[in-house]
């Protein structure tokens, strides 16, 4: 799961997609692109969302997307278009390329949308991108368990 700075959007898609998943199965985590919070815990306000929906994500830390990631997953959901470029730019391969997902395609096939980057707004914003994030994880658990990924 990968946003800009991984404080707001891609730690509540990682700790919700946890919430879902068998640890033993699968392997997720989250990073930004950017390096500005790397070693800190999300921002207060995606923490008092997630607690609100039974989700303990603050002992996550954040870091920045790394070209291991690469090797290391399967796939790479990224929240906005602007992440897109971002990581496609490090991506060294076909392969790399083909695992770069923008997440709300997850809920809409080729939608092409963006989860809003809530950073300089209100707490709305916050319960906005917590709704589609779980929307979207509900159908990649879906898809996880028929096989389609
Ligand atoms: P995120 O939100 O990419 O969802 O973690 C942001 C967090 C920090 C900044 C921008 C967006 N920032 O400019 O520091």
Redesign the pocket.
Known sequence: MV????????PLAEGILKSKVDPEKVLVDSA?TAS??VGEAPDIRSIMIARKNGVNISKQLGRQFKLSDFDEFDRIYV?DHSNLQNVLKLARTDADRAKVELILNELKANSNQDVP?P?YGGDEGFEQVYRLLDAATDNIVNKLENGSI
């Open positions: 946003c800009l700075g991984n404080i707001c959007r891609s930004g500005y919070h929240m980057d950073y």
